[in-house]
């Protein structure tokens, strides 16, 4: 199979275009197209002052370097597909709203219109890439699609290499991964496709971290990564809870087993609960899989780390009205963060929606700060959340604001919803002074110096403490 020398990527979203700008730098002899439907999307990416759709530390610096040199942002999705010799497909794998599967399967409507679009436009042979996160065998859906709706002497070869960068950290991700996952079909065709994308890779990750295996394993590996991670989240924030009923400190508790060499420290943080796009997702994704498998304990158990999740985020609700005096009917509260972690503007299931959305129907008065998070987003989330109170209502309860210290004036409670560091860095003494008293603070992230705090007058709660001084 000769090297691949024209790369499609379809879907400029959080994955598509900082994974294949990327690869545009670090393979400079490839001619890389990442399109998408989105004509405001494509045009960001193509902005003169690189005003980029996504917020992703680094990511500037790479698409400076490599944009109309060998990176091209396009709406032109027929000519992209036809010059390549490979196409990513990085479209969007919600989870379904309506009909079969509801609420747990992924939808793959725009899997498959990308795949038919595939088949109906290429004129040569293709190496097709899931790079979504999809479903165990998907990629025997999309052979048969390309194979039913293809031209005479076209051929397709489909691999699997899910993504597992994670938002914030991009793009120091994927200079240095700790692994690249390329599945295929093990036949003489599927292992030179296998070959021709690893060759890509192999311009700058160590051969060693490029791992080869079969299809099946490779769309399964994703789902279960994102399980297993998201499975040490609900397990230390079960702990949490533990804590806060016993005195116990969850931080020492997560450092003491995380020594354990076989646990390791990552990824122990107690919160007010995970959010992103991949999370919960995959989990229901894998839910439903093992569902549809007649696997019913093995759904039971995944299942049971997104309703872990979701106690988390209601039992947080819970802790601010039960300390405020069990009312925050008409108090306002300062919530800092919507974004769903730090360092990425992306608000998608973002537990600081579920808190605000739960202070309003207690009937507070909600002010928001997040430094990346645009003011139409926290809006559209907050309409998206309530769908049957009036847009007009939810903004005569909210106040976006343009600061830390703005969003805290005359508020009775501070809650820390995103870990951004600038809200360890603010000035706690001049929001002290600022506030209604008492003042509370409940941190969500484990992110202040609660003993400074306390010093200096405020009442404050942490997530997975026990003590409440
Ligand atoms: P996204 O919504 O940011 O981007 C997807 C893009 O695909 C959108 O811009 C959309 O307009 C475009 N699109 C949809 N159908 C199209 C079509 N037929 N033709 C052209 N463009 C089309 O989504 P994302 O966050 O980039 O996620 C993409 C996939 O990667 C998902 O399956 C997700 O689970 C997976 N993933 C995401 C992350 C993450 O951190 N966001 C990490 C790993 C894997
Ligand atoms: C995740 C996976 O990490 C990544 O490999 C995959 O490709 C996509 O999904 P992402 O959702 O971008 O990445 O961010 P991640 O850092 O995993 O955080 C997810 C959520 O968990 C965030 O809300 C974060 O604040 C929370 N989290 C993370 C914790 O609450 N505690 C932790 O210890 C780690």
Not at 107 to 129: M, W
Not at 216 to 236: F, V
Not at 277 to 288: A, E, G, P, R, T
Not at 331 to 357: N, Q
Request: with cysteine; hydrophobic share 40%.
């Amino acid at each position: 199979m000769p090297a691949v020398s024209k790369v499609c990527c379809i879907g400029a979203g959080y994955v598509g275009g900082p994974t294949c700008a990327v690869i545009a730098l670090k393979c400079p002899h490839v001619q890389v197209t990442i399109v998408d439907l989105n004509q405001d999307r494509i045009d960001a990416w193509n902005s003169p002052d690189y005003k980029l759709p996504i917020y992703e530390p680094g990511l500037k610096d790479v698409v400076r370097q490599a944009r109309g040199r060998n990176l091209f942002f396009s709406t032109n999705i027929d000519q992209a597909i036809q010059d390549a010799d490979l196409i990513f497909v990085s479209v969007n794998t919600p989870t379904k709203k309506s009909g079969v599967g509801a609420g747990f399967a992924a939808d793959l409507k725009y899997v498959e219109s990308a795949t038919r679009r595939i088949a109906k436009v290429a004129t040569s042979n293709k190496i097709v890439v899931e790079k979504s996160t999809v479903p165990c065998r998907t990629a025997e859906s999309m052979r048969t699609i390309l194979e039913a709706n293809s031209r005479p002497n076209c051929r397709f070869d489909i691999l699997s290499n899910p993504e597992f960068l994670a938002e914030g950290t991009a793009i120091s991700d994927l200079f240095n991964p700790d692994r690249v996952l390329i599945g295929s079909l093990q036949t003489p065709d599927g292992i030179a496709a296998s070959n021709a994308l690893r060759d890509i890779y192999a311009n700058w990750v160590p051969t060693d971290r490029v791992l080869t295996v079969g299809l099946w394993s490779s769309e399964l590996s994703k789902l279960a990564a994102n399980a297993m991670l998201a499975q040490r989240i609900s397990s230390i924030n079960a702990l949490s809870a533990i804590c806060e009923a016993t005195g116990a400190n969850i931080d020492e508790v997560a450092h003491a087993i995380g020594y354990d060499s076989r646990i390791g420290p990552k990824f122990l943080r107690a919160s007010v609960g995970f959010g992103g796009s991949c999370f919960q997702k995959d989990i229901l994704n894998l839910v439903y899989l093992s569902r549809s498998l007649h696997l019913p304990e093995v759904a039971d158990y995944w299942e049971q780390v997104v309703i872990m999740n979701e106690y988390q985020k209601r039992r947080f609700t819970k802790t601010v009205v039960d300390t405020l005096f069990n009312t925050i009917t008409g108090k306002h509260i300062a919530v800092l963060g919507f974004a769903f972690k730090a360092d990425t503007g992306d608000t998608r299931e973002s537990p600081a929606i579920t808190l605000v959305k739960d202070f309003l129907q207690e009937k507070a008065l909600v002010n928001i700060y997040d430094p990346q998070v645009e003011r139409e987003q926290i809006w559209a989330d907050l309409a998206e959340a309530m769908p049957s109170v009036p847009s007009s209502d939810i903004q005569k309860q909210v106040h976006i604001t343009s600061s830390a210290l703005e969003c805290c004036r005359n508020a009775e409670a501070v809650v820390i919803a995103t870990e951004w560091r600038e809200f360890r860095e603010i000035d706690w003494e001049l929001v002290y002074a600022g506030m209604n008293k008492p003042a509370f603070v409940f941190d969500g992230r484990l992110l202040v110096d609660a003993q400074k705090l306390r010093g200096i007058g405020f009442q404050v709660t942490v997530i997975g403490r026990g003590e409440r001084l």
